[in-house]
């Protein structure tokens, strides 16, 4: 099933674009949820998508050091920053990346804008999706095109549905976005399931743009690219925002393949004419982090490990109360459906995902976002909650002291997790109370 979005805007002025465009849903909810706070409010903030953890020590010890450097450094990134990413694309994913093949900027979303700007060709959005992909391609004049899953497929892109897009125009050029472990379903794919699209992309010339910025988080530590099915059309994103906590440090990174190396090109252009260099201080201190070692892979282990066993906590106090909600593999998100309800819910007044959240903000003071800010229909009764409430400096330094065997018990949840399955609970007991 495809659906096309605003292709009556494309060949507007840009401020006409972006006329009627809102703030990024993530970023709303999270300065709503701050005033709420300020105003005395009890909020659970299961809106924005920010990492709990702290950014490992040696990562901060090397900001540190490195405070002092205010050179502009190079547009398309420090040379030993730009090895040590292909590098760790090598050693992860057997990727055959150089430094020559590495583009860093101010975070993987504005790496994702430039793109945009750069390439001329429709924007193709499996959804559910993270809620920039659209508006960025919006402002930057291009058409969309969404394919919309189903929570029977756990969310994941068929490759049918890719392919019977693409018949449609054989010739036309576009980039599909794959996002795995995925924002905001936390679902991923096989490799198996890659390999497949991979063939539809070939086939039709499509690039693929793999935003991986949660592949660290796969909470089984096994996330697969499928760059290694499709090494001559695949550009790798990532960044430290999400498996390294830094995401006001605003630092991702884009790989190319050499057949897209025009692309790098065209982007280190616009970035030079834009935002010109990266901050110095953190691509030194990024060097560190994708050079990884001992202290990184420790750091990581332990995440995954409580990341895990919440998400499975969170996600079998959904499915008691009666909502429908897929198993993650990865990141920190769930992605329940709660058209279970919707008689009841219908009898209160709510009928879309928007006004289901905010109903449940204002009467309980838990802050999820709706499917519909994630590209799902409206009447849709599903939302996001990522699971990031919570002191992950205390809950990591709790599960380091654990024997590696001693599992993390619901015990341990409670304790240093407690407010993310607290606002669970809450969230199940609205949606229980009687109908006036």
Known sequence: MTSTSGNERLHL?????????????????????????EAGREV?????????????????????????????????????????????????????FGAEDVLVGPGSKELMFLLQVVYYGDLVIPTPAWVSYGPQAQIAGRQ???LHTRAERGWRLAPEQLAALCEEDPGRPRI?????????????????????????????????????????????GEHVSIERFYREGTIVSGGLSKWCGAGGWRLGSFAFPAALRWLLDAMAVVASETYTSTSAPI??????????????????????????????ALRER??????????????????????????????????????????????????????????????????????????GSRALAAAEVLPPDWPIDKAFLERYCGRTLAAVDRLCSWLAEPVA
């Open 283 to 312: 691509q030194y201190a990024a060097v560190v982090a994708f050079r990884g070692g001992l202290v990184i892979e420790q750091y990581l282990w332990r995440v995954r490990r409580i990341l895990a066993a919440l998400a499975d």
């Open 44 to 96: 659970f903030k299961l809106g924005l998508g920010q990492s709990p953890f702290p950014v490992p020590a040696p990562v901060v010890e090397a900001l540190r050091e490195n405070a002092p450097r205010k050179e502009y450094l190079p547009v398309r990134g420090l040379p030993a920053l730009r090895a040590a990413i292909a590098d760790y694309l090598g050693r992860t994913h057997g990727a055959a």
């Open 144 to 146: 969309v095109r969404f």
């Open 318 to 391: 959904l499915l008691a109360c009666g909502a429908r909600v897929e198993a993650p593999a990865g990141a920190f998100y769930l992605f329940p459906d709660f058209s279970p309800f919707a008689e009841r819910l219908g009898a209160r007044g709510i009928g879309t995902s928007a006004t289901l959240c905010a109903r449940l903000l204002e009467e309980t003071g838990v802050a999820m976002l709706p499917g519909s800010a994630f590209g799902r229909p409206p009447e849709e009764l599903s939302a996001r909650i990522a699971y990031v409430d919570f002191d």
């Open 176 to 220: 599909v976005v794959l996002n795995y472990p995925s924002n905001p379903t936390g679902g991923t794919y096989s490799a198996g399931e890659l390999e497949a699209l991979a063939g539809v992309a070939r086939r039709f010339g499509v690039v693929v743009l793999s935003d991986e910025i949660y592949g660290e988080l796969h909470h089984r």
């Open 13 to 37: 002025p840009l401020n006409l674009r972006v006329r009627g465009l809102k703030s990024s849903a993530t970023v709303e909810i999270n300065e709503i949820s701050d005033r709420l706070r």
